[in-house]
Each structure stands twice: as C-alpha cells, then as structure tokens.
C-alpha cells in the first residue's frame, strides 16, 4: 500500500498477512456494499482504540456509501468516558436500547469474542451479517467477513490501511479518531506493540491532519482532582513481592466514595503500577457496581498475563489483558496473586530466548 506518491510502504511487514489483510478488507466491502443499514460496535468498557476505530470506520463507510444509514452503537448502557469526547462525532454514540432495528451489517470492532459486546450482542445477533476488525485472538465461527490480526497494535492501524484500500480520502477528522487509537492502544508508543507498522501509519495521520497534542492533552492531562486523589491512594500501596518481580495495587468501594473519582476514568492507573521499576508483571483491581472487581493485567516481558485473565473468564493479550471477578477485592487478591506468581515461575523455565521471541510477537 503506498500513500501520497511517497516511498513509504503501509500494511502489515509480511507478505502473507498484507494477502490476508487484502482478501479480508475486499470481503469486508463487498459485504457493506450491499446493506442499506450498518451498526458499528465496539467492545464493552470503550477504550482509546474502541472508539477511536468505530468513529473514523463510520465515517469511512459513510464516505464510501452515502445513503446507507450508518450507527455508531455502545456495547453498554451507560455514556463513553468523558475524556474522550473530543473525538469528532462523539456525540453520534449510542446506547444499545436506543436501537431498535435487524442491522443488514453489523460490524465488530476491536473484538472477538461476541461476550465482548454485551448489552449490544442481541443487535449483533439479528443482524444479516457480521463483519470484524480486530486485533485480538480469533473466535472461532465469529464474523462472515473479517480481518484479524494479532500483530497489529491497534485496530485504528488496520481501520487507517482500509480507508487506504479502499481510496478514501483520510480527512481531518478521520485521522484523529485514528490516532487516537493508535497511541492510547501502544500506551503512548510505549508498549512492545509499538512497531514500525504503528509508526509509519501514525506518521501518515500526523501528515493529514492529526494532532497527537490535543489528544495528550485530553487523554493524558485532563484530570479532575478527585481522580488524582484516587491516584495517590492507589500509588500509596503499590505492593511488590518475588523480589519486586510482581506488581500489583486496588482501589476499593470506599476509595471511590472518599475521593469522589468516576469509575470510567481510572483506566490508566495500571500503567503507574506497571512503572515500578524491576517488575514484570503488574496487577491493578478496582470495585465495581454488583459486588465485582475489574482486574487489568500487565507484562513487560516474556510472561503471558492473558492466560491468568482467560482462566478467569476474561482475555485479552500477552501483553495486556483483563478480567472481571464477582466478589471483593480482598477475594480476587486472593485468586489472582498465587496464579500471577505461578505464571511467573513457570516462563521463567524457558528464559533461553526461545519465550523471548514470542513475547516480541504477540505483543499488545
Ligand atoms: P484492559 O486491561 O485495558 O481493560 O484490557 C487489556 C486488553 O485485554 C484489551 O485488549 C482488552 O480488550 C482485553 N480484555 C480486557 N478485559 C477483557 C475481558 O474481560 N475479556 C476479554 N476477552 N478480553 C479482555
Ligand atoms: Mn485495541
């Protein structure tokens, strides 16, 4: 794929999966060519890279098929995090009970596992067909058309390389919910994730019109007080133990009542518990509505933490995954940490490189 007349070559470094990824998007189109109404979903407790992907997918669609009416649909029924209301056509959100109709396409964005799109999975499920875009561990039997690629660090990479494919123009605004994928997804471009893939379509974004200042500013520097007061809670009581190997800390119910902070605005406190130097492994939990805990799960080397999260019915990748456990805080530290130290011990057996080369693959 080459953009601009330039050099520069985009889509994925192997020639396999750029076949792969050009037979899916080609399936994928043909599929929307042919609906006159599309709902596009991402996955439920909406990141950077969920809702950054589905706003720009919308309004490459919208550019391709003028008269389809397109959805931009939540997976629960509650409002997206405020922080990132300045993405263009925020406001076009949904809840999943505001939509009433069968979809002729439904299109699943940064997920696979059709659990993920919760309170929206009966809209999914009435559909006439279903597209996927992702970047997670393939379901099984999940989509009629789809592209799926664990190697990519965000699916704003492979939503930007459609819009490519697909010749449409990458307008303003469309770069910025891209790119905002990108860099909330790479954790600013510094996770293992961030690859030249990454770099080469975020600079691309950056040449029409994306602006990584406004969304540092919004995303990274837009703080209320009482979220910082949670913040120095959980910094507080940062524990570690296997030697400063494993990391983990929690905010509780009565965290969030004392300090007054929203749920929705502590995703990143994992990355202050990831930063402590020496560990390789980090654990951040935080009280929910209904008696559970979200757990966010963190490795910076060669351990798989997406197996502990699967074994707890949750997912995600080597690198980052995450769980929810029905009971407190105290219990699901009690679950967790004997699993986390396991896993630690365990990949520790095969430090001869060969676990090396796979941590480097299956990157976030
Ligand atoms: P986070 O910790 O930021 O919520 O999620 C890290 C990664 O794990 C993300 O890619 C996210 O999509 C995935 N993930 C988080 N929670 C779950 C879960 O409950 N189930 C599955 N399948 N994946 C999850
Ligand atoms: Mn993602």
New binding site residues.
Partial sequence: MEQMGSKVQLGPSSAEECAYQEAGFAKILATLSSANTIAICA?T?P?GDALGSQLALAQIVQKLWPSAEVRVLLADERPAPHIYSFLPGFERLEMPSTYEGDPDVFVAV??S?P??LHEARPICERADKVVVIDH?PPVEGFGDAKVVRTGAAAVGVIIAELALHAKVDLTPDIAQSLMCAIVT?TGRFQYQNADGEAFRVASLLVDHGASPSQISLNVYESFGLAFLHLKSLVLGRITTFEKGRIAYSYATQSDFERTGANLDEC?GL?DAVRSVEGSQIALFLKAVPGGKV?????SKGIHDV?RV??ML?????RA?????FEGSVDEALVAVLPSLRKLLHEQDVCDDGQCLDEAKEGA?
């Fill in positions: 996955h407790s990141d940064d997920l596992d659990r993920r997670h997804d995703d994992i979200r757990g966010n799960l963190r997406s999260a699967t019915g949750g997912g995600g990748h980052a995954a995450g769980f929810t976030q």
